[in-house]
């Protein structure tokens, strides 16, 4: 029997002990309560702060006076970690972005947010794409089977992103060995995906593995041409899933007081266009915390998404939720201070303690909001 035909094996008794399992399946009683959460993600776009030691200690002294508990720092993107790995370099022959010469910033920001009495959460962020922007990619140079495909059998591209294959067991194994690395080798207080893990565009899912897989347990039948078909969408989602609860047990087998957190689009959203059914990881216990994209350009529209949010993830949202909040972009966004504030109070105002900011670069354009109000929310 060969490796492809074991997994799809797998895939189906897996779905038949889960269909015999509601309930007794959940972990939440068994499940770390996080602390609130007032974060920031830290990018290496658009952002010097990780160029150099002095830097970074500079920007964990303003978390600090900003109010701010945790950092969720870049740790995989385009192709490369922000740390020297072992598992980049077998898989990859590099060990990380060679911008950084011969320095681990990841160590760097676990040693200056500590010392700050901040925590990290290391953020994969680029997930299971591959890269961005290029016509090109190392890693599917490398490993062309490793490719998502759409229906015409093209390497998938959604947003300029270009994408692995989310549902191939070799790419699911990368990303979880990149994982259980960090996990295993730095003094990390959590880990993170967000909209690209686990993920897939809803546009892929037609390469000769996943479709193989669903009509094994389909009887024989191919996947819908329509890539939106309600069940097709669901039995994909289901896969996303099933990664999900792996991975968070690897993770927990590895540290268990380690947080797993999440930062997917907003429900339902995320589930039609990129199969996270992430409401379902949090009522099943496969995530401690969920960092919504409450990505909003006013105050009405970011608080009827929040109340959407809320009603989808009861009764878990209560300490486990805390929404992403735009706060800048690369392209010279910045969100009014008025904003910003109507949207921090409608958080309180709903029990929600914290909010992650995108991204880092905010608090340092606006520093008199985040010292003088947000610290004392």
């Known amino acids: ?28 009683e068994e499940k770390i309560i996080p602390e609130p959460i007032k974060g920031a993600w830290l990018t290496n776009v658009a952002s010097d702060i990780l ?9 964990m002294v303003l978390a600090k006076a ?20 072992a598992v980049l370099e077998k898989y990859m022959g590099v060990k990380m972005d060679p911008l950084y010469g011969d320095r681990d910033p990841l160590k760097e920001v676990i040693a200056s947010a500590h010392a700050q009495g901040l925590k ?3 953020w994969f962020e680029f997930g299971f794409s591959s890269s961005y922007g290029k016509p090109g990619t190392p890693i599917l140079e490398k490993y062309p089977q490793w490719a998502a495909k759409d229906r015409e059998g093209k390497v998938l591209v959604e947003n300029g992103f270009t994408w692995m294959n989310s549902f191939l067991p070799e790419v699911q194994d990368f990303l979880t060995e990149m994982i259980s690395e960090v996990v295993k080798n730095y ?3 959590g880990i993170q995906g967000d909209d690209r893990l686990p993920a897939a565009p809803v546009r892929g899912g037609y390469d000769d593995f996943t479709t193989t897989a669903y009509a094994a347990e389909h009887k024989g039948a191919a996947p819908p041409q329509d890539y939106a078909d309600s069940n097709w969408v669901q039995w994909r989602a289901n896969k996303m899933t099933a990664y999900a609860r792996d991975l968070y047990k690897t993770v927990k087998a590895i540290k268990p007081n380690v947080l797993v957190a999440h930062a997917p689009s907003i429900y339902p959203w995320s589930k039609e266009h990129y199969l996270q059914d992430w409401p379902t990881w949090l009522d ?4 401690d915390v969920v960092m919504p994209q409450v990505y909003r350009y006013n105050y ?21 939720v805390f929404p992403g909040v735009l706060t800048s972009l690369g392209d010279g966004y910045l969100i009014d201070e008025a904003l910003l504030d109507s949207c921090i109070r409608y958080n309180r105002s709903k029990g929600i303690k914290g909010e ?22």
């Open 187 to 189: 003094d990390v207080d």
């Open 66 to 85: 900003s109010g701010l508990t945790h950092i969720c720092v870049v740790t995989w993107n385009n192709g490369y970690t922000m740390y020297p790995s």
């Open 284 to 287: 099943s216990g496969y995530t």
């Open 356 to 377: 992650v900011f995108f991204y880092f670069e905010g608090l340092r354009q606006s520093p008199d909001f985040y010292q003088n109000k947000y610290q004392k929310y």
């Open 300 to 320: 009405e529209a970011y608080s009827k998404t929040l109340d959407a949010l809320i009603t989808q993830t009861m009764p878990q949202y209560e300490g486990r």
């Open 120 to 122: 990290v959460i290391a």
């Open 1 to 28: 029997m060969n490796t492809i035909t074991t997994r799809i094996l797998g895939w189906g008794l897996l779905f038949l002990i889960t269909a015999c399992q509601p309930a007794a399946n959940k972990e939440t």
């Open 51 to 59: 160029t150099s030691r002095e830097k970074i200690d500079s920007a």
